[in-house]
């Protein structure tokens, strides 16, 4: 089983950035389709943006143009850049895979929008 460990979460003022990092245990080499997700309170888990191993991108709507997702296979980490931040981003954020069975939900990251 391949265990996920996300960083990178803090507070932040509106329109700032934050670069948030998932480490897998393990080779991601393999792994078709990662995303990270996020879960605001009260509301449900959502994708917010997939990277393929062939490098195509896909983002929710809520966050097209100002998040960045890539992946370094070589050392097993996922990356999102977040810019131009705004409260309604505040949320945990989650990575995992994409349109298989999940891996073990990590603990996730906290991200905090807020003047």
């Known amino acids: 089983q391949v265990q996920l460990v996300e960083s990178g979460g803090g507070l932040v003022q509106p329109g700032g950035s934050l670069r948030l990092s998932c480490a897998a245990s393990?080779?991601?080499?393999?792994?078709?389709?990662l995303g990270w997700y996020r879960q605001a309170p009260g509301k449900q888990r959502e994708l917010v943006a997939r990277?393929?191993?062939?490098?195509?991108?896909n983002y929710a709507d809520s966050v097209k143009g100002r998040f960045t997702i890539s992946r370094d296979n070589a050392k097993n980490m996922v990356y999102l850049q977040m810019n131009s931040l705004k409260p309604e981003d505040t949320a945990i954020y989650y990575c995992?895979?994409?349109?298989?069975?999940?891996?073990?939900w990590g603990q996730g990251t906290q991200v905090t929008v807020s003047s």
């Open positions: 393990r080779s991601i080499f393999s792994v078709y389709a």
């Open positions: 995992n895979t994409v349109f298989t069975v999940p891996y073990s």
């Open positions: 990277g393929t191993s062939g490098g195509s991108t």
